[in-house]
Structure formats: structure tokens, C-alpha cells
Nanobody
Framework: QVRLMESGGGSVQPGESLRLSCEVSGGISSGRCMGWFRRVPGKEREAVAAFVTGGASIYYGAGVQGRFTLSGNGIYLQMRDLTPEDTGMYYC???????????????????????WGRGTQVTVSS
């Protein structure tokens, strides 16, 4: 049984940075989809970053490209130049089934994930 727990959220001002962490227990396998998602007020849950475990291809959502970076095999999500539009609940997710390909973009759909953390809140305001 895979368990995920996010941490690192908080309240910051525009332009500041945060690093989110995803603690994984239960073991994950190579070749599976893993990602970070967020639900911002008034919008559906969207992919922030997604990748295939053990692979090199990372998908970043259009709104975060150039500002958000995955590291530590996807465990860490470094967020910089935060704006109020980044406010929301952030989740890490993992799917135990074999990924459709080794392209991170194919892991961007939230409906394909079977394990989710409870989320960590990020609030950006002045």
C-alpha cells in the first residue's frame, strides 16, 4: 500500500518561493506515473508536473513552466516567483499501473492516478 504525504505549503507573498515535499511510503516501482497536481479556487484539478518514475521526461503545466522545478526523483517541487494565481491545494499522486509511455506528458491526467496525498495548502497574497 503506497502512502503519500505532502508538506512544505504555507503563506507567502508574491515573488517568493516555496519547496513542497512528498513523503512516500510503501515503495514505488519504476515505470509508473507520478505527479504533482493542484486545485485552485474556481478551477478543476490540474497537473503541475508529471513524470514516469525512473524516466527523464518531465511535463510541466503551462502556467508553471520556467518557475516550478522537480527534483529528488520528483519528491520535491521547487516553486519560485509565486503569484496569487498559484494559490491552492497541492497534491502529489502516484499510479501503480504501468505508465502508457516514458513521456511525462502522458502522466498529466489526474483521473489515471490511484494514490493521492491529502494535500498541502499554498497561499500567495500580499
Amino acid at each position: 500500500q503506497v502512502r503519500l504525504m505532502e508538506s512544505g505549503g504555507g503563506s507567502v507573498q508574491p515573488g517568493e518561493s516555496l519547496r513542497l515535499s512528498c513523503e512516500v511510503s510503501g515503495g514505488i516501482s519504476s515505470g509508473r506515473c507520478m505527479g504533482w497536481f493542484r486545485r485552485v479556487p474556481g478551477k478543476e484539478r490540474e497537473a503541475v508536473a508529471a513524470f514516469v518514475t525512473g524516466g527523464a521526461s518531465i511535463y510541466y503545466g503551462a502556467g508553471v513552466q520556467g518557475r516550478f522545478t522537480l527534483s529528488g526523483n520528483g519528491i520535491y517541487l521547487q516553486m519560485r516567483d509565486l503569484t496569487p494565481e498559484d494559490t491552492g491545494m497541492y497534491y502529489c499522486a502516484y499510479d501503480s499501473r504501468k505508465a502508457p509511455s516514458f513521456a511525462g506528458i502522458d502522466c498529466r491526467h489526474d483521473t489515471m492516478y490511484s494514490y493521492w496525498g491529502r494535500g498541502t495548502q499554498v497561499t500567495v497574497s500580499s
